[in-house]
């Protein structure tokens, strides 16, 4: 029969934390001082690494990976989302893909975004907008490049708009913009 350890090793990593006060004396009073403690504060890296999947909306991903841009229609009334949709939420029928990548699209709505995610925090201000194409019935949030955000003009509503790619595909939403038709 092994002997279990009765001290467990030290060892590197962790935590190392420096002058976390305690009382030398343990009566009664010096361990009061603990509730007027202030709460011990502790920085750390923190990495994980998480697989996930897009499930039914893997095919938009990787079509925008090769430079389209698909929507789903319903295939019983043709009601046509821009963005990804397994099932129709009117009827919970399946949806088709479809390519919208040649469609003319317009500008619907904008915002200038003058604060973002860490992530896009150092492109602000930037130009968040939702695009409308034809014959589709909703429409697709994106962000606009090519415009001057600090020229931001209500004669932006309605200018046609297509999309550009992103070379190199990070399988994000973000692989697919839109810039002025005229580019």
């Given at each position: 029969?092994?002997?279990?350890?009765?001290?467990?090793?030290?060892?590197?990593?962790?935590?190392?934390?420096?002058?976390?006060?305690?009382?030398?004396?343990?009566?009664?009073?010096?361990?009061?001082?603990?509730?007027?403690?202030?709460?011990?504060?502790?920085e750390q890296e923190y990495k994980i690494t998480y697989l996930h999947?897009?499930?039914?909306?893997?095919?938009?991903?990787?079509?925008?990976?090769?430079?389209?841009?698909?929507?789903?229609?319903?295939?019983?009334?043709?009601?046509?989302?821009?963005?990804?949709r397994g099932h129709d939420m009117y009827t919970g029928h399946e949806?088709?893909?479809?390519?919208?990548?040649?469609?003319?699209?317009?500008?619907?709505?904008?915002?200038?975004?003058?604060?973002?995610?860490?992530?896009?925090?150092?492109?602000?201000?930037?130009?968040?907008?939702?695009?409308?194409?034809?014959?589709?019935?909703?429409?697709?949030?994106?962000?606009?490049?090519?415009?001057?955000?600090?020229?931001?003009?209500?004669?932006?509503?309605?200018m046609e708009v297509k999309p550009r790619f992103q070379r190199n595909?990070?399988?994000?939403?973000?692989?697919?913009?839109?810039?002025?038709?005229?580019?």
């Amino acid at each position: 029969m092994s002997k279990m350890p009765d001290r467990r090793p030290e060892t590197l990593g962790g935590y190392v934390v420096h002058g976390v006060p305690f009382p030398v004396e343990t009566d009664a009073d010096s361990l009061a001082f603990l509730k007027r403690l202030a709460p011990i504060l502790i920085e750390q890296e923190y990495k994980i690494t998480y697989l996930h999947s897009y499930g039914q909306d893997s095919p938009w991903f990787a079509a925008a990976s090769n430079r389209k841009l698909l929507a789903t229609s319903e295939p019983e009334t043709g009601y046509t989302y821009a963005t990804p949709r397994g099932h129709d939420m009117y009827t919970g029928h399946e949806t088709q893909w479809i390519d919208i990548t040649n469609r003319t699209a317009r500008v619907h709505a904008f915002t200038v975004c003058h604060f973002g995610s860490e992530e896009f925090l150092p492109e602000t201000p930037f130009v968040l907008a939702l695009i409308e194409f034809d014959s589709v019935n909703t429409l697709f949030l994106t962000r606009l490049m090519g415009l001057d955000p600090d020229q931001a003009s209500i004669l932006w509503i309605g200018m046609e708009v297509k999309p550009r790619f992103q070379r190199n595909s990070k399988l994000k939403p973000t692989d697919v913009y839109f810039v002025p038709a005229e580019h």
